[in-house]
C-alpha cells in the first residue's frame, strides 16, 4: 500500500510525488502551500483520488498511461509536451501516478532533458536523491 508523502520541489512550478489521497493533501498542501492549479494524472484504472478533491478548485487532468515499458516509449513525447504546454501558460503542476517512481517521475525527467536540455547525468543526479524514499 502506497501512502502519500510529500511533494518533491523539481522546478518552481513542478511537483512530483504520490496520488493525493485525504481531502487535506489537495487542499492545505497542494492547493494553498504550494499553489498548484493542475493535478497531472498518470494512473489508469487504479485512481485512488477521493472525489471531494476534484472540487477543490484544482483542474484534475488524467494523462494517457504509459503502461506497459512500450507504452511510456510511445506517450513520453505527447506528455512532455503537454506538460510544457502547462507550464508555459502559467499553472504550477502537481505530476503523480500511484507511487511517484515510474510514471509521473518519467514525465519530469522527459522535460528536463528534452525541454530544458539536461543531460541524462545531470537528470539522474538531480531527481534521483529526491525521489528515493527511505
Known sequence: LHRYQSPLLVLPWVFLGSCPRQLEDV????????????LMNFQEGDVDMNPETMIQGLIPLTCPCMLPPAGRTTMLPQNVFLL????????????????????????VCG????????????????????????
Open 27 to 38: 487542499t492545505l498542501k497542494l492547493k494553498e502551500e504550494l499553489g498548484v492549479t493542475i
Open 111 to 134: 522535460l528536463l532533458m528534452f525541454v530544458l536540455g539536461w543531460s541524462k547525468r545531470k537528470v539522474h543526479y538531480f531527481v534521483t536523491p529526491r525521489s528515493v524514499v527511505v
Open 84 to 107: 510544457h504546454g502547462l507550464l508555459e501558460n502559467g499553472h504550477t503542476v502537481y505530476v503523480h501516478c500511484k507511487a511517484d517512481v515510474d510514471r509521473s517521475t518519467t514525465v
